[in-house]
């Protein structure tokens, strides 16, 4: 499990997150899945790329210290402010509310689609996420015959899933939570997929291999500070385990408990630029 594997490309946003807890918990941090997949990944030991566009006040985040093991290449740098996001989950976790203003991520198709294409036989993860139109990017990695995982977000995923439905056959592995996998049941023949991870919060993660349960596992029960991004620490980790060698039953166990830890752990504070 030591050879050398391909950089997993991850397109989509790296972000300003406000979170709210009604305990209080929370408060500003640096966001965005294409950000936590990334480091999920890195840190089990895949090179991976975020494919994302940077505003000004995000732009040295390249050289901030912890984040400098990311691979910065597939990154535009624009003039504007980064995607906020506002987030207000309940007591358990669950999200009640989100507001958004997607600033300079607003051309992250138009980038993710040229990187695509300067990249045909890359590996790519897509957050499926607003504002990329995800038909046009998942159509263009299947007619390049690219390999590719996709996730949603909850408040965008019914819209989301309808549009990438053509494509999720496709796809190697899709990541969704148990309200989502819903209204992909709605959307598509999950028995034509090949890989569906699906998370539950707390309880067991399932994989299902063309709808057969092929793996599940319990996430350790580490009590939970943050949960903004922890289904993409799950995704990257997973991601990450089976490029190097790892049975889905290993990468799952791996995966939740790496998402199991991140949620304990303090929140990603947004840097300041440094100075001179």
């Not at 494919?51 to 995000?58: A, E, Q």
């Given at each position: 499990?030591?050879?050398?594997?391909?950089?997993?490309?991850?397109?989509?946003?790296?972000?300003?997150?406000?979170?709210?807890?009604?305990?209080?918990r929370?408060?500003?941090?640096?966001?965005?899945a294409?950000?936590?997949?990334?480091?999920?990944?890195?840190?089990?030991?895949?090179?991976?790329?975020p494919?994302?566009?940077?505003?000004?006040?995000?732009a040295h985040?390249?050289?901030?210290?912890?984040?400098?093991?990311?691979?910065?290449?597939?990154?535009?740098?624009?003039?504007?402010?980064?995607?906020?996001?506002?987030?207000?989950?309940?007591?358990?976790?669950?999200?009640m509310?989100?507001g958004?203003?997607?600033?300079?991520?607003e051309?992250?198709?138009?980038?993710?689609?040229?990187?695509?294409?300067?990249?045909?036989?890359?590996?790519?993860?897509?957050?499926?996420?607003?504002?990329?139109?995800?038909?046009a990017?998942?159509?263009?990695?299947?007619?390049?015959?690219?390999?590719f995982?996709?996730?949603f977000?909850?408040?965008?995923?019914?819209?989301m899933?309808?549009?990438?439905?053509p494509w999720?056959?496709?796809?190697?592995?899709?990541?969704l939570?148990?309200?989502?996998?819903?209204l992909?049941?709605?959307?598509?023949?999950?028995?034509?997929?090949?890989?569906?991870?699906?998370?539950?919060?707390?309880?067991?993660?399932?994989?299902?291999?063309?709808?057969r349960?092929s793996?599940?596992?319990?996430?350790?029960?580490y009590?939970?500070h943050e949960?903004?991004?922890?289904?993409?620490?799950?995704?990257?980790?997973?991601?990450?385990h089976?490029?190097?060698?790892?049975?889905t039953a290993?990468?799952?166990?791996?995966a939740?408990?790496?998402a199991?830890?991140?949620?304990?752990?303090?929140?990603?504070?947004?840097?300041a630029?440094?100075?001179g």
């Open positions: 499990m030591g050879e050398t594997v391909e950089r997993l490309d991850v397109i989509g946003n790296i972000s300003r997150d406000l979170t709210r807890y009604p305990d209080h929370g408060g500003s941090r640096l966001g965005g294409a950000l936590f997949v990334s480091l999920a990944a890195t840190k089990s030991g895949r090179r991976a790329a494919v994302c566009v940077l505003g000004n006040d995000l985040l390249p050289e901030t210290p912890g984040l400098d093991s990311l691979d910065w290449s597939a990154r535009l740098q624009a003039d504007g402010t980064s995607t906020t996001f506002d987030l207000e989950y309940d007591l358990q976790g669950e999200l509310r989100v958004t203003e997607y600033g300079v991520a051309i992250l198709t138009e980038h993710a689609l040229g990187h695509v294409d300067a990249h045909p036989r890359a590996t790519f993860h897509v957050c499926c996420r607003r504002p990329l139109d995800v038909a990017v998942l159509g263009r990695l299947t007619s390049n015959a690219a390999d995982s996709v996730d977000f909850l408040p965008s995923a019914e819209a899933i309808r549009a990438a439905a999720l056959p496709k796809a190697t592995t899709l990541f939570n148990t309200a989502e996998y819903r992909l049941e709605q959307a598509i023949d999950c028995g034509t997929l090949p890989e569906v991870v699906i998370t539950d919060g707390p309880r067991a993660v399932v994989v299902r291999n063309f709808g349960t793996a599940s596992a319990v996430p350790p029960p009590p939970a949960v903004s991004g922890a289904g993409d620490t799950l995704a990257g980790t997973f991601l990450a089976r490029s190097r060698g790892a049975t290993q990468a799952l166990a791996e939740t408990a790496a199991a830890r991140y949620v304990a752990a303090p929140s990603l504070p947004i840097p630029p440094r100075r």
